[in-house]
């Protein structure tokens, strides 16, 4: 595509496959039942979560976009970054504030995003270098939770990105390992810049992920296709509610596929069959919430200082600044 545009592709087609086989089998005849949330994002998921993140009800985009907003421009110029590594870039809608910040400044920038969506990858970074002539990208295709030893070592000052609340699909442990992992990416002087969504009414959190219009359960039915596709399974989507509620005690909204009729699956290419009871349900995704006070403990379990903490005014959103201690 251009000189300045290099992609790495550090898994293939065939390992994507036997890594979802084995991470259906896995879940499937687990107890509870669960499914890893990245097998949300096929394209037509992606597409449905682009649609949530326009909904009224779903705070969280526009609240990080508008934090964002306010913070970058001091960040940027405080750290000066010539690296910028994404975990999970996606689309890169918000990796564009950063940008704009150094319009002024042709210094070349090298971005680093990780995802495990090559063409996506490709297309943004088309669209990014069309308007950024300071900016070269080194794309890295694979999973951020396995590959960020891959990550290439720094040619000045750092800057990693996780934003999205994406840290709040992990539990505790994965938690704990990838931020040791980011921490190995960084120098003393670099900055990691993590999106973390609030405890807050449970009211709101709960409409946040049970729109009106549901999308969100077109969303959650459709990791199903994608087990489907992966498998040769015979999931009926439509046979299955969508069920998110917060659970106070674990401080996360925990989403669910139930049925309400028996339920016989057959996974033909993992030579497996499954029975669903009325109720027995498939655990999709957990996200967790934050405190300030949780985070920092987060952070310091994992040799990392708060430098600076941002929230927007409701206190539904954070950008923590976070230092390698």
């Not at 996606?90 to 920038?109: V, W």
């Not at 028996?262 to 669903?276: A, D, M, N, Y």
């Not at 430098?307 to 409701?314: E, I, K």
Request: aromatic share 8%; with cysteine.
């Amino acid at each position: 595509m251009s000189l300045r545009y290099q992609a790495h592709a550090l898994t293939d087609e065939a390992e994507k496959r036997r890594t979802l086989a084995e991470d259906v089998r896995r879940g499937l005849t687990g107890s509870p039942r669960s499914l890893p949330p990245k097998y949300f994002y096929d394209a037509t998921g992606s597409k449905l979560f682009d649609d949530i993140t326009e909904l009224p009800e779903y705070y969280l985009t526009r609240t990080e976009v508008a934090l964002l907003a306010e913070t970058v421009p001091a960040l940027m110029g405080e750290l000066g970054p010539v690296d910028v590594v994404e975990l999970g870039a996606g689309s890169a809608i918000k990796t564009r504030q950063l940008l704009d910040t150094r319009n002024g400044n042709q210094q070349d920038l090298r971005y680093i995003p990780i995802d495990l969506d090559e063409g996506l990858m490709e297309t943004v970074a088309r669209r990014l270098l069309a308007d950024y002539p300071f900016l070269r990208v080194e794309a890295l295709v694979g999973d951020f939770e396995h590959h960020l030893r891959d990550v290439p070592a720094p040619v000045g000052p750092r800057l990693a990105l996780l934003l999205g609340s994406t840290i709040g699909n992990l539990d505790p442990p994965a938690r704990r390992r990838l931020l040791g992992e980011v921490h190995g990416l960084l120098g003393h002087d670099d900055r990691f810049l993590l999106g973390l969504d609030l405890i807050k009414d449970v009211k709101v959190l709960e409409a946040a992920y049970n729109d009106a219009s549901g999308v969100t359960r077109q969303f959650n039915r459709n990791m199903l296709r994608v087990v489907n596709r992966g498998v040769d399974a015979d999931f009926d989507p439509t046979a299955f509610r969508h069920v998110a509620f917060y659970n106070e005690g674990a401080s996360r909204i925990e989403m669910h596929l139930v049925p309400d009729s028996p339920q016989e699956v057959h996974l033909r290419k993992l030579g497996l069959t499954i029975h669903l009871a009325p109720g027995d349900g498939i655990w999709t995704e957990s996200c967790y919430k934050f405190s300030r006070a949780s985070v920092q403990q987060m952070l310091e379990e994992t040799r990392f200082r708060l430098a600076s903490w941002h929230v927007d005014p409701a206190n539904y959103f954070a950008l923590a600044v976070a230092a390698p201690a």
